[in-house]
Every structure is written in C-alpha cells, then in structure tokens.
C-alpha cells in the first residue's frame, strides 16, 4: 500500500497527514498531548484537508483540553509501595525477590506481590507484570467475546492482545481479527467488555456512524458511561514514552 506522510500547519495547529489509498477523510487528535493526525486519501490536496480541520477545530480543541487534564501515573520503578492497577482498583506493589520464574499473586484488595529474581531491573520486573496482566486478559476476554458474538450475530476468526499507544482496541473486518489493548487489564471489567462490544460492532458497521452508535445503543446502553470513565482513568506513563 503506497503511504505519504508530511506535516502542515493549519493556524497555529501541526498536523500530520498521512495518504494511503482510503476512501474517506480520518481526523484523529492522540494522547498525551493531543497530536493531530489526519488520514486522507491519496487524491486529498492539503488545502482540502486543512479545510475539514478547520471544520472540525471545537471539536480538536475540546479533545486536546480533555488530555491536558487526564491523570498520568508517573514512570513505573517497580519498587515495593508503588501503586499499580488492576481491573479498576489501584494495588500497592511489594517485590519479593526469590529464585524462581517471576509471579505475580493478588493480596486482597490492596496489595500485588511479585517475586522476582534478585537483581533484575526495573525493566525486567515490568515484564513479569506485564505478562502477568496479558494472562488475566486471556481468561477474561473469552467469555465477553461468546457473549457479544452471540448477541450481536458476528463471528471472529481471530483476537489478540497487544500494546497499543493510541487505541484501546482494532478491528479488521476483512480478516475478522480483532485487538484489544494490554492495558485494558489495569481498567474496569466493565470498560473491557464496551471495547470488546465496541470492536465486534465494527464487524456490522465500520464506520463510526449513527448505525453504529444506534447498535451500541440498543445493545449495550450504557456504553457512552464506559467510555467517559475510559477517559478519565490515569493514562499509563509507559504507554507514551
């Protein structure tokens, strides 16, 4: 697939414009910081899509204000009386250091304890947490996914979990593949299971539209709350560096 990409300014806004053979005009503003990024199609001059910027502007704005003011944990030590997160609550970390393959074990409702190896870096204990949270995802997500496959008359062929900086979760309808982010493992159940319906609804609609809104409306309610508490949550320091 033939990709261009340069920056232009529109205002005092930098945007990134990045042409790839598609047939709509995608406006995008990013965390941390509010990036702008626009996906355009190949035939796409740069004066037409500074004019949908503009036209979109309040909007650009008001997301940008909303990342400004989102909480951020500060850079991960991972050293004992940090604070992690995992499904919503928010966990005092306790490292033990033992020899051994590295665990993670959940100590109630206030406490992760995880042993490690003596020695090891901060960097190597994040991949024992790491791990650790893509084995809940694993358990958790295949009964949301029978759940909703069933209800909303769609059929994957495959999922996967992965890092993500931008999105909480992709869907390939073409291929049927859907990808959820790791870090929906340190967020609410119930903000997992609106990705999950989120990305199968995609598989009946592709585009962010009101047949789209109107399927999660219909299906899952309370959706639009889900989202606004995705939004609020801390942002991850490691998701932005």
Partial sequence: MSIETHQITVG???VAV???AIKNLHIGVYPPHGRVRVAAPLAVSDEAVGLAVISRLGWIRRQQRRFEVQP?????AMVSGESHYFLGQRY?????????????????????????????????????????????LRDLIPPLLEKWQQILSVEVAEWGIK?????WGSCNRAARRVWLNLELA????????????????????????ERFTGLL??????????????NQLPLGYEEWC
């Avoid at 890092?163 to 999105?167: G, H, L, P, Q, V």
């Fill in 12 to 14: 005092n806004l930098s």
């Fill in 18 to 20: 990045v042409r790839k």
């Fill in 72 to 76: 951020r944990q500060s850079q991960r």
């Fill in 92 to 136: 005092l970390l306790r490292v033990h250091e033992q020899s051994g393959a590295g665990s993670v074990v959940v100590q109630g409702k206030v406490r992760l304890d995880l042993f490690v190896r003596p020695g090891i870096s901060a960097e190597q204990r994040e991949v024992v947490l790491q791990c650790w949270y893509r084995l809940q």
């Fill in 163 to 167: 890092r993500m900086r931008t999105k």
């Fill in 186 to 209: 340190k967020k609410p159940v119930r903000c997992l299971e609106y990705i999950v319906v989120h990305e199968l609804a995609h598989l009946r609609e592709r585009h962010h539209n």
């Fill in 217 to 230: 409306d219909t299906h899952l309610p309370q959706w639009r709350m889900c989202r606004d508490e995705l």
